[in-house]
C-alpha cells in the first residue's frame, strides 16, 4: 500500500449485503497481502471496477492521499482482496479461548485469537500470531470475525479447519525465537491443536528459555515454525562454518571462530556475538527450511585428497555387502581410481594382501575414533566389526553395559556384540565426517 496520511474516524456502517462484482459507492474491506499488513482489514468504498485483471479502485475511510490535497486515498486493489463490510456482530460476553477476532486498532480490524478468561474490567485480551504479540482491548472494539464463502458469510466455528494443514496434533515441530525481525534460534515443541488461519498451539518441550523466563504453550503463525531439522551433525567443524550451538533448551544461530582439541570449538552467538566453547554433541550444521524443502546453509567446501600410504575404509557394491566397510592402505591414484592394499582381505592365494582398484567415490578416510566411555543406547547407530569388516548397524537391544546385540538393516539379521567391536557410526559427506544427531540426548 501506498504510504498515506492518517484521517481518524470510525468505520462506516456496514453494507447489508454485496452483489457478485461490488459496484461503484460499494461499502468493502480490503485485506492486503504486502508485508505488514497481512490480518488487517480495512474500511474503504468502491468507485470503479476493473474485469481485466479483476479488480477495483478504492477509496480509504481512514487514510487521504500524500499530495496534500486532503482526499480520501485512492488505490487498485485485487479483487480476491476485496470483500462485504460484515455486519455488526458485538460480542455477546467474553470470546471463547483461541476464539478468531478482529480487534480495532491503528484504522483498520485486525485479525488475531482471543486468548479467553471473564475480566472485572470488561476488556479482551488478544493474541497477534503474525507479530507475537498480546494487546489488550475494550470489548467495543472487538468483533467476532467472519469469514466471506460463496457469499455468505461463515463463522469459522462452523468452518472445518482443513485436512491439509501442515502439522497435525502431537507432530515435533520446531519454533523460531525472533529479536526484531530476524530469527535467533529454534526451540523445540509439540503441535497441541490448529486453529484458525494457519496458527498453531505449541507445547515447549522445555519449561524455560536461556534467560530463565517461562516457555508456556504459545500460538504460533506457520511462518515461525519448521519441522525438526535432519538428524545429522558433523563430527569435525570447521574455523567460519555456519552452525545452531545448544544452549538454554534452545539451538541458537552462529558461526565457529576455534577449533580446539578433543573436539570442542569456540562458538559464537550471532545476534549477541558472544562466545562460548561448546562439546561436538552440542552444535549441528545450519539448515534453512525454504519452500517446504531443508537447505543447508553454505559451508566451507572441503576437498580431501587421499595421499599415498593413508589409512582408508572401502565399501562395495557387490550383493551382500551393502554398509559394510573393508580397511587398507592407499597405494596410488590413477583414472579416477584408487589402488588399495586391504589390511584382512586375502588375495587368491590366501596369503597376499588383497590388492584392488577402486573408484574413488567409494574410498574414505577412517573415521575419527570418538571415544563412547557411558556405553551405546537402544537405537544407537553404529559400526560393529564382523567378518573382516565395519558393518552399518543400530543397537536393538542392551544386554549390559558392555553386551549389545545389533540389527543390520541391509541382510535384516540380528548379532550380539561386545562393546569393543562397536563404535559410532559416522558417514563421509562433503568432505566431513557425518554423525547420527546427538542434540535429542541434549
Partial sequence: MRSPRLRRQQPAAAAPSAPEVFRDGDLVEVLPEEPGYRGAHFAAAVTRFHPKPRGYTVVYDAFVDSDGSSLPLPEVAPACQVRPRPPETPLR???????????????????????????????????????????????????????????????????????????TKGTQVEVAKLEGNSVVAWFSAAVEKAIWKNNFVVDYNCTKSEDGSALPKEIVDLKHIRPCPPHASAVSFCINDEVEGFQGNGWWLGVITEVHPGFRYTFKLAHLGNEVQLDQKALRLRYDWTHGQWQQVSQNVLTTKIAEGSKVEVSSNDEGFHGSWFQGTALKSFDNKILVEYDTLKADDETTPLKEAIEVQQVRPCPPDIPVTSGFNFLDEVDAHWNDGWWAGVISKVISDQRYMVYFKSSQEEMEFGHEQLRPHCDWVGGRWMQASLGLEA
Fill in 93 to 167: 460476553g467474553p470470546p471463547a479461548e483461541h476464539a478468531a477476532v478482529d480487534a480495532f486498532r491503528g484504522d483498520a480490524w485486525w485479525l488475531g485469537v482471543a486468548l479467553g478468561g471473564d475480566r472485572a474490567d470488561g476488556r479482551v485480551a488478544v493474541y497477534f500470531p503474525e507479530t507475537r504479540k498480546v494487546m489488550e482491548f475494550d470489548a467495543a472494539n472487538v468483533r467476532p470475525h467472519l469469514e466471506w464463502v460463496a457469499g455468505e458469510w461463515l463463522s469459522p466455528e462452523n468452518m472445518e479447519i482443513s485436512k491439509t494443514m501442515t502439522y
